[in-house]
């Protein structure tokens, strides 16, 4: 089992540009999560979906849409980038049917907007 | 919304034991964890307590729970200097179905020293 990947692993893009990062997990997860981690803080969560065809927003959602058509999948767009959203950006998964409710991560995709 | 505090930095002789602390806000999580941060990598699940727990021991890591104080801490025996990383806490917070948001700490950046 691969767990769970991101795409890219580092991306530079300039004000203004979009685009999309995506998660991929094989462990049949049901929930899937997004979130970002700044400088000397912990992890932030901005969008997370419960299943296929769900999305519901975090803590910090604006700027970001995502989408969740396959289960396996779960996708963060950036439509219009700007510096603010300079993070390291860590998707996550897990299910109900285990019994700590775990959250697995991926190995993060490092995104500077300049 | 949930606070969760850790202090920054800990340095520790190898061989000898590391204690990280934690405290929390919201005495209504009922999940908590510790994950390990290597640099440049994603986030390792490394244990999780229940809120109706004390302790949890798994090998060389000790979890001890103070649900009154709100405190949680984690005991690494016998340090290495693979240990070497950031440490954080989190605690999870209900969102819909068993979904879970964690709030994460700032991190403990453990240095073992030769």
């Known amino acids: ?114 | 919304g949930e606070d969760v505090e850790q202090s920054l930095f800990l340095s520790v002789r190898e061989g000898d034991s590391s204690v990280i602390n934690c405290t929390y806000t919201d005495s209504s999580s009922t999940y908590l964890y510790w994950y390990k941060q290597e640099p440049g990598a994603g986030l390792q699940l490394l244990t999780y307590i229940f809120s109706n727990m004390d302790m949890k021991q798994d090998q060389r890591l000790t979890v001890l729970l103070n649900k009154k104080d709100k405190h949680l801490s984690l005991r690494i025996a016998d340090t290495q200097t693979g240990d070497s990383a950031i440490y954080f806490c989190a605690v999870a917070q209900a969102l819909s179905g068993s979904a879970r948001q964690l709030t994460f700490g700032s991190g403990t950046q453990l240095t073992v020293l030769p």
């Open chain 1, 1 to 114: 089992n691969a767990g769970v990947t991101q795409t890219p692993k580092f991306r530079v893009l300039k004000t203004g540009q979009s685009m999309t990062l995506l998660c991929a997990q094989d462990m049949n997860h049901e929930y899937m999560y997004w979130y970002r981690q700044d400088p000397g803080m912990g992890l932030r969560l901005i969008h997370y979906s419960v299943g296929e065809g769900t999305t519901a927003k975090g803590e910090v959602p604006d700027g970001y849409n995502v989408s969740r058509l396959k289960k396996q999948n779960f996708l963060l767009g950036l439509e219009s980038a700007a510096p603010s959203q300079t993070s390291v950006y860590f998707c996550a998964s897990s299910t109900p049917y285990r019994v700590g409710r775990e959250q697995y991560f991926g190995p993060g995709t490092r995104l500077t907007v300049t």
